[in-house]
């Protein structure tokens, strides 16, 4: 056999570097998933449900939310906000946008888009008013040529409620004239 070549003591093998970049959707996302850490505690609809989570993701952009926040400890590390007048699924899809910037709604005629649009002029979440409309845009689109005359009234009952809660907020004029008309 051939002897080996002599190798330099100093001479390290090669590793390349990492770089992690990780995006505040993604933190969100695992906060929403492992929710180690929470620091406030919201209490949802007349049964009072609990949902433990982060006052930095659900006060980030919701001042009502801010404002709503009453510490519990005597050093105020913990936040307790009770909303009696909201059901537990839509404040779940308030929650899913607040974290994730997602929403499920299933489709009931838009009845549920309307509780989240209410949702999201309460807590004054303009970003979720314009994600309502668009889903319900969407939903219209892939339902309404299935449904009964009856139901279309019922369609047509909730999108006049949304557009007489609207209020003619500039944001949402902007969004509909950008985001959903041009379709």
Known sequence: MPPRP??????????????????DDLVRQLMLKRPLFTDATVFV???????????????????????????????GTQTEIDLPNIDPETFQNV????????????????????????????????SLYCEVLVELRGSCHRNICNLSEDSVEGVINNLATICARWEGNPSYINHITTKIAPY
């Open 6 to 23: 002599a190798s330099s003591s100093n001479a390290r093998p090669s590793i390349p570097s990492l770089t992690y970049k990780i995006s």
């Open 45 to 75: 609809g007349s049964a009072k449900e609990p949902f433990k989570l982060h006052s930095a993701a659900i006060c980030q952009d919701s001042e009502f939310l801010q404002a709503a926040r009453k510490p519990n400890d005597s050093d």
């Open 95 to 126: 929650v899913n946008w607040q974290y994730q910037r997602k929403i499920g709604i299933e489709w009931n005629l838009g009845e549920s888009h309307l509780k989240l649009f209410e949702a999201a002029k309460r807590f004054a979440l303009d």
